[in-house]
């Protein structure tokens, strides 16, 4: 019995869905953290990674009520109307926002309206991966895929019609029914990663569609959410996730992290929040990713696994599941990190262990060579067992 029915297609408004769209309440979670006091998307710190001066806006998703939600937000930020999200030439395609990569991220947002919703089978991370709530980021890691496609900037872009999104969830999920059989994913639902081209933890300090999904997936028995995160927001710890979302905290060694993590909580700070997140009803996973081929890399994951292996709950590591997955590179990005990080390119760009393979979009990335990786993989896998072996590593690549 398979695990996936046939690949996923663009959504055809079938209206076979679980719960109709009254249903479903995706007004402001503000209501349910009326008496939590001040909120963290509010405080000096989220001011400092989102403080925003332009917002590029398809003029229907700035009419929308989540538009309208993330303008308040920013009330002095200048609008500037465009006809699509994707490609803006004053953004995107400007070579000269290279050296202004990360204010970009600081200072601009864009709306759009997502047009094609397609859910896509993964069998790794996630059964599937689900149209998410955001692309881009505020955060800049000098590794991240997400920009390569994007040019010369890579700001978050807010997708307003997040009703649509639930809705095509639901009708996805009405169409598989059960999980027939366990897989590493999880053993009884279908788990749906919601944050590959955005953090999701970053995404709920500008808007409520991560709330919405969370509260969405909270009342689905047969799905969880999951996204992978390097921030920390205390505010999804006052939603009702009910066991219903998995967050993934990336981890790696913190000299890694100061080099290549530019803007995250640190690492420190996500392994202490892990009992918090999961005292909230959240699932909590990790990621050590992504793990960089480096001198002294194998003492340093040593180290890493050791102080979560010292200092996390009982609770938190007898559900605890972690993803190994090694760097993968890509010569567009190579080339923009030239222009604003060159130092993150010493250790990420390294052609005598590296092969160039050709992505699905045609541009080219890098990864180690097979039998480097091999090796690699092997050596995590038995740190991890030596230091943290409670840990269950549910696939590795």
């Known amino acids: 019995m398979r695990a996936h029915p046939p690949a996923g297609r663009p959504d055809d408004g079938a209206a076979d869905t679980l719960f109709g769209l009254e249903d479903i309440d995706t007004g402001p979670a503000s209501r349910a953290q009326a008496d939590a006091g001040p909120l963290f998307r509010d405080s000096p710190t989220a001011r400092r990674l989102l403080s925003v001066r332009a917002i590029f806006a398809e003029p229907a998703a700035a009419a929308s009520p989540r538009g309208r939600q993330v303008l308040a937000r920013y009330p002095d930020a200048e609008i500037v109307p465009v006809a699509s999200h994707w490609r803006i030439p004053d953004l995107h395609g400007n070579e000269g926002?290279?050296?202004?990569?990360?204010?970009?991220?600081?200072?601009?947002?864009?709306?759009?309206?997502?047009?094609?919703?397609?859910?896509?089978?993964?069998?790794?991370?996630?059964?599937w991966i689900a149209p998410g709530p955001a692309n881009g980021c505020a955060m800049a890691c000098a590794y991240c895929y997400v920009p390569r496609r994007k040019g010369y900037a890579n700001p978050i872009t807010v997708f307003t019609n997040i009703e649509r999104?639930?809705?095509?969830?639901?009708?996805?999920?009405?169409?598989?029914?059960?999980?027939?059989?366990?897989?590493?994913?999880?053993?009884?639902?279908?788990?749906?990663?919601?944050?590959?081209n955005s953090d999701c933890s970053v995404d709920a300090l500008i808007s409520d569609n991560v709330a919405d999904l969370v509260r969405a997936f909270a009342r689905w028995p047969a799905a969880k959410a999951s996204f992978a995160t390097k921030f920390v927001n205390p505010d999804l710890l006052l939603l009702?996730?009910?066991?219903?979302?998995?967050v993934r905290f990336s981890l790696m060694p913190q000299s890694d992290s100061k080099l290549l993590d530019i803007r995250t909580s640190p690492v420190e700070s996500r392994i202490a929040?892990?009992?918090?997140?999961?005292?909230?009803?959240?699932?909590?996973?990790?990621?050590?990713?992504?793990?960089?081929?480096?001198?002294?890399?194998?003492?340093?994951?040593?180290?890493?696994?050791?102080?979560?292996?010292?200092?996390?709950?009982?609770?938190?590591k007898d559900q605890a599941a972690a993803e190994v997955i090694m760097l993968t590179h890509n010569k567009d990005l190579h080339d923009i990190n030239l222009g604003w990080h060159p130092r993150a390119e010493d250790v990420l760009w390294r052609p005598g262990i590296q092969q160039p393979k050709r992505s699905e979009n045609g541009s080219w990335n890098v990864r180690y060579r097979g039998e480097v990786k091999a090796g690699a993989v092997a050596t995590m896998r038995a740190l991890v067992a030596a230091h943290a072996p409670w840990l269950r590593i549910r696939y590795a690549f």
């Open 97 to 127: 926002n290279v050296d202004r990569w990360v204010r970009i991220k600081t200072e601009t947002l864009v709306l759009g309206e997502k047009k094609t919703l397609t859910t896509r089978p993964n069998g790794r991370s996630a059964d």
């Open 165 to 196: 999104t639930i809705a095509h969830l639901s009708r996805h999920l009405a169409r598989l029914g059960p999980k027939p059989e366990a897989n590493q994913c999880d053993p009884t639902a279908w788990v749906y990663d919601i944050g590959e």
């Open 240 to 246: 009702d996730p009910r066991g219903r979302t998995r």
């Open 273 to 316: 929040a892990a009992g918090d997140f999961l005292d909230a009803g959240y699932e909590v996973h990790f990621n050590l990713s992504p793990v960089v081929l480096r001198p002294g890399w194998e003492r340093d994951w040593s180290l890493l696994l050791r102080h979560l292996d010292d200092v996390l709950p009982a609770r938190v």
